[in-house]
């Protein structure tokens, strides 16, 4: 069945409201939403896009613990699997010291370095801070100098059980018994402490969910609306449609993200989500071709049921190679970094566009295979694969048919300050449009025979942090799709771009003005053969090779306010102007006070 032209005013209107019905069921099979399951950490210097706390942005990840963040030019994956094989508790313990030698900050000419040498070199009782120092000025108090002297009892005592109790004398055997006496009500309370925290400790052990395996979540609660207003759809003279979806409404989103060590210095992530929101237009109005402009970074709509946003395995070849594979949520979104140090759906932009290039997000699939290779101290290598119906074994499906996308991106860290990232990706969509969910993202015909496009994606993020609380900067991207269908030639070309600034720990400290200003995606020009230019058809000239009359203008606006370290309140607002790329429609207001839980 060949796809559908459009001659006429009235063939044009008719495959645009096709358009619009099919489309929107699209989106509501799940490509509606920046949806995160793998990110940690969103205020960092600069975060990874693998496990932004844990998620998809989200990353990744996801989600929601705060961890430390590499640099652009470091490598996410393996800042992240190193974060969860090495960051544990014994990593925060007193460290051992043979030589006095080995503390820093211990010089000969202390006054007490020869005491020290001697506990240290004979007796070997005195440990130093992780940091390898001693801080011989520091208070302490008779609790701390009782476990001191606690811990030389015990060595002592080890030496003298070995046989050797002549390396012990007698001098120092008779302070010892002084110091006992002296200090023994201390003594008696620290081994009541340790014998109460052995219990303890026994105790969580036979009770945890597993001594692998930590959870990580983040639930997001959106209260938000729009002003009343109409847009000129389809565009011709005089046509105005009602927004029909400008009620006050509160949904929220939940993130579950459970992250599995493995002795082979790997990790296992498995996400889960649910979520009841969504802004969006019905599909029953014309209005629902704006619903690419006005989405928020948050909404997620599940039906209240937990889905799989979450299954796929990282892992380290050498101390410079990150492997990620999986069936869920291996895309560019998950796998390249974001130099914005702020990108975060709940704690970061309010919008969808706001978070990231969306040349990133195209036809971004969920199983395949990525990599994330750091070539030198500040520079790294990330490329994926990535299919998007890889478990269909028939049809257009499978891990090589149907929707793919194949990427990279080259990311550097300049002078400290400046985070730099270029990508490309390459794309195949068999639905008419660029499977993206911000801005013009429909450039063929969506029914009743969908066109298929090969997109080719370039784009560049630079973020500068010319100060500790203040961080500007920008993307641009650039799409260029060939139609593929038999029959039919000719391409359709994209552009958009943003600036932005934040501005960090202000008035509080975890604190974030966020200032972004852009245009979302926007049909530059689109000569497809068969009257199926989508910005003709939109203005019902039949078709013909066009593109979008006018340019939107997203403004955008949030305060992110710390009530403490796992929660914020981020009100904000969204201005679209010229919603649709279309000047006679009416500016579009979104308000918006998000709630963020982390845990």
Not at 35 to 48: A, P, Y
Not at 183 to 198: I, M, P, Q
Not at 319 to 348: D, K, T, W, Y
Request: aromatic fraction near 8%; include cysteine.
């Amino acid at each position: 069945m060949a796809v559908k032209s459009c001659r006429s005013k009235q063939s044009c209107q008719l495959l645009l409201l096709s358009t619009v019905i099919s489309y929107s069921a699209f989106l509501s099979n799940g490509a509606n939403a920046e949806t995160q399951s793998t990110q940690v950490n969103l205020s960092s210097k600069s975060d990874s896009s693998l496990i932004h706390s844990i998620g998809n942005d989200p990353t990744v990840v996801s989600p929601s613990q705060s961890v430390s963040q590499p640099k652009t030019g470091e490598s996410a994956i393996i800042h992240q699997i190193n974060q969860e094989l090495v960051s544990s508790p014994a990593t925060k313990k007193a460290e051992g010291v043979s030589s006095v030698s080995q503390l820093s900050d211990v010089r000969p000419t202390d006054w007490a370095f020869t005491a020290l040498q001697s506990l240290v070199e004979r007796y070997g009782c005195i440990a130093g801070y992780p940091d390898r120092t001693f801080r011989g000025k520091q208070a302490t108090s008779r609790y701390e100098f009782a476990a001191g002297l606690n811990a030389c009892l015990d060595k002592i005592n080890e030496i003298i059980s070995a046989g050797l109790a002549d390396k012990v004398s007698k001098e120092d055997l008779a302070t010892l018994q002084k110091l006992q006496e002296e200090f023994a009500a201390e003594l008696a309370t620290l081994r009541g402490r340790v014998d109460a925290l052995d219990a303890k400790t026994t105790k969580l052990e036979a009770q945890q969910f597993s001594t692998t395996t930590k959870l990580y979540g983040q639930a997001i609660f959106g209260l938000q609306g729009r002003l009343n207003n109409t847009s000129n759809i389809p565009r011709t003279l005089g046509t105005r449609v009602a927004d029909p979806a400008t009620n006050v409404n509160f949904g929220y989103l939940a993130q579950l993200s459970l992250v599995t060590q493995f002795p082979d210095r790997g990790i296992l992530l498995t996400s889960l989500q649910a979520g009841n929101l969504s802004t969006d237009a019905p599909i029953t109005s014309f209005a629902a071709l704006n619903n690419n402009f006005t989405r928020l970074g948050y909404e997620s709509s599940t039906g209240n049921t937990f889905t799989l946003s979450d299954l796929n395995y990282r892992f380290l070849i050498g101390s410079n190679l990150g492997i990620i594979v999986g069936a869920r949520g291996v895309n560019a979104i998950n796998v390249f970094r974001g130099p914005n140090r702020v990108e975060s759906a709940g704690s970061g932009p309010i919008s969808l566009f706001a978070q990231r290039n969306p040349v990133i997000s195209l036809n971004a699939g969920q199983a395949g295979l990525g990599f994330d290779w750091k070539i030198g101290k500040d520079v790294s290598l990330q490329g994926v694969y990535s299919a998007g119906n890889s478990a269909s074994a028939s049809g257009d499906g499978g891990l090589f048919g149907g929707p793919t996308s194949i990427g990279v991106q080259l990311a550097a860290n300049v002078f400290e300050r400046i985070d730099v990232a270029l990508y490309y990706l390459n794309s195949y969509t068999n639905n008419g449009t660029l499977n993206s969910a911000v801005g013009d993202t429909i450039i063929g015909v969506v029914a009743p025979v969908a066109s298929n496009f090969s997109t080719n994606a370039f784009g560049g993020t630079v973020s500068w942090q010319p100060t500790r609380n203040f961080n500007l900067g920008g993307w641009v991207g650039f799409t260029t799709s060939s139609i593929r269908n038999s029959g039919f030639s000719g391409s359709v070309e994209t552009f958009n771009w943003m600036t932005f600034a934040n501005f960090l720990d202000i008035f509080k400290e975890g604190d974030l003005i966020g200032l972004y200003v852009g245009q979302p995606p926007r049909i530059t020009s689109s000569n497809l053969s068969g009257n199926i230019n989508f910005p003709s058809i939109l203005s019902s000239t039949g078709g013909v090779p066009s593109s979008q009359p006018a340019s939107t203008t997203h403004v955008e606006a949030f305060y992110r306010f710390p009530i403490s370290k796992n929660i914020s309140i981020t009100p904000g607002l969204v201005f679209v102007f010229s919603p649709g790329n279309t000047a006679t429609s009416d500016t579009v207001t979104i308000g918006v006070v998000r709630t963020t839980f982390t845990f």
